[in-house]
């Protein structure tokens, strides 16, 4: 089991900044994926950003060049940098993990935490 909890959410205003916090309860060099993906009321989810196997992060295309994933592996906790927000950065963002059991690969999502972002 892995527990995932997201922080940082708020409101800001067009072209702003904000960052986000996803602490895991296991090691997060163990995890074969790491991400960050949002939805908006009346929309599917969207892919924020990911890491793979190979340390690549690849982004959406809609927040490329102003978004930033990273980790901390001592802290076990990943973080998503939004700069020069927009109005349709608005959504719930949900930090997401994938572990390998022996039963497959396990996935796990956060509780998500609220982004608004104001004209």
């Known amino acids: 089991q892995v527990q995932l909890v997201e922080s940082g959410g708020g409101l800001v205003q067009a072209g702003g900044s904000l960052g986000l916090s996803c602490a895991a309860s296991v090691s997060i060099s163990r995890l074969k994926v790491m991400g960050w993906y949002r939805e908006d009321l009346g929309k599917e989810r969207q892919l924020v950003a990911v890491?793979?196997?190979?340390?690549?992060?690849r982004y959406g295309d809609s927040v490329k060049g102003r978004f930033t994933m990273s980790g901390d592996n001592a802290k076990n906790t990943m973080y998503l940098q939004m700069n020069n927000l927009k109005p349709e950065d608005t959504a719930v963002y949900y930090c997401y993990a994938v572990q390998l059991s022996p039963s497959g690969n396990d996935e796990y999502w956060g509780q998500g935490t609220q982004v608004t972002v104001s004209s």
């Open positions: 890491i793979l196997g190979d340390g690549i992060v």
